[in-house]
């Protein structure tokens, strides 16, 4: 389908979800229901798939795909959130980021829109704002996307005073929420290990991130083996 001149309307979306249907495979539907735990039904569409469409979306009438798009299928909400990870302009993005944040209920979801979300580079500052909102959020998904778009974007020494605080004082028994946590000590443990060290020796997280992080920092490879050693030493 030419999604570049696609006239979205509510019979055209019928062909496209039909479309959609047909590239499902069903061994990688299976393999996502293991993985993926979600409210939507899945389909099984390779992640390359889904961003190519998000992409020509992108490129042609994508306001009015935002504005008529539903929320039944995994693979649906995912090109939803591709859609307005390639949103060019702050002002739009951030309209679409706030109305569709909460569509969010999984990792997969959640690591892909951030991972995608580019226009942060450019707006540090301001999504840095957006970021205080969602880690003091109650919601789950809420928090991992304030963390993941951490992991990805603010790992530099000016922002890792903040993001200690983030890590020490945002609690939560919420797997997915340390899980990101973790990925984010390791992170600034491999770029920043003095920096990195002192914030695993003396910290106020939970057993379960810090063991987890120690355990994320001994799987890296960039991480020298006398080190990735001697960080056992501050398992809880």
Request: aromatic share 18%; net charge positive; glycine share 2%.
């Given at each position: 389908?030419?999604?570049?001149?696609?006239?979205?309307?509510?019979?055209?979306?019928?062909?496209?979800?039909?479309?959609?249907?047909?590239?499902?495979?069903?061994?990688?539907?299976?393999?996502?229901?293991?993985?993926?735990?979600?409210?939507?039904?899945?389909?099984?569409?390779?992640?390359?798939?889904?961003?190519?469409?998000?992409?020509?979306?992108?490129?042609?009438?994508?306001?009015?795909?935002?504005?008529?798009?539903?929320?039944?299928?995994?693979?649906?909400?995912?090109?939803?959130?591709?859609?307005?990870?390639?949103?060019?302009?702050?002002?739009?993005?951030?309209?679409?980021?706030?109305?569709?944040?909460?569509?969010?209920?999984?990792?997969?979801?959640?690591?892909?829109?951030?991972?995608?979300?580019?226009?942060?580079?450019?707006?540090?500052?301001?999504?840095?704002?957006?970021?205080?909102?969602?880690?003091?959020?109650?919601?789950?998904?809420?928090?991992?996307?304030?963390?993941?778009?951490?992991?990805?974007?603010y790992v530099e020494e000016k922002y890792l005073n903040d993001i200690f605080t983030f890590l020490d004082y945002i609690k939560s028994d919420e797997y997915y929420v340390n899980m990101a946590k973790a990925w984010l000590v390791?992170?600034?443990?491999?770029?920043?290990?003095?920096?990195?060290?002192?914030?695993?020796?003396?910290?106020?997280?939970?057993?379960?991130?810090?063991?987890?992080?120690?355990?994320?920092?001994?799987?890296?490879?960039?991480?020298?083996?006398?080190?990735?050693?001697?960080?056992?030493?501050?398992?809880?």
């Amino acid at each position: 389908m030419d999604f570049l001149k696609f006239k979205w309307n509510i019979a055209n979306y019928k062909l496209f979800i039909n479309y959609f249907k047909d590239l499902g495979e069903n061994d990688y539907k299976k393999l996502n229901e293991k993985i993926i735990f979600t409210k939507y039904e899945i389909i099984g569409i390779r992640l390359p798939k889904l961003r190519a469409i998000s992409k020509e979306i992108s490129k042609g009438d994508y306001k009015s795909y935002l504005s008529i798009s539903n929320n039944n299928y995994y693979e649906e909400v995912m090109i939803k959130l591709l859609v307005i990870a390639n949103i060019k302009d702050l002002e739009e993005c951030i309209y679409y980021f706030d109305k569709s944040i909460n569509l969010i209920d999984n990792w997969a979801l959640c690591d892909t829109f951030c991972n995608s979300l580019k226009i942060v580079n450019k707006n540090k500052d301001y999504f840095f704002s957006k970021i205080k909102e969602l880690v003091n959020s109650k919601e789950t998904y809420f928090i991992r996307v304030g963390f993941i778009l951490l992991l990805n974007y603010y790992v530099e020494e000016k922002y890792l005073n903040d993001i200690f605080t983030f890590l020490d004082y945002i609690k939560s028994d919420e797997y997915y929420v340390n899980m990101a946590k973790a990925w984010l000590v390791c992170e600034i443990f491999i770029k920043y290990e003095k920096l990195g060290f002192k914030y695993l020796k003396n910290n106020k997280l939970d057993k379960f991130t810090q063991n987890k992080s120690i355990s994320k920092i001994r799987d890296s490879l960039r991480v020298s083996k006398e080190m990735k050693n001697y960080v056992l030493k501050f398992r809880k």
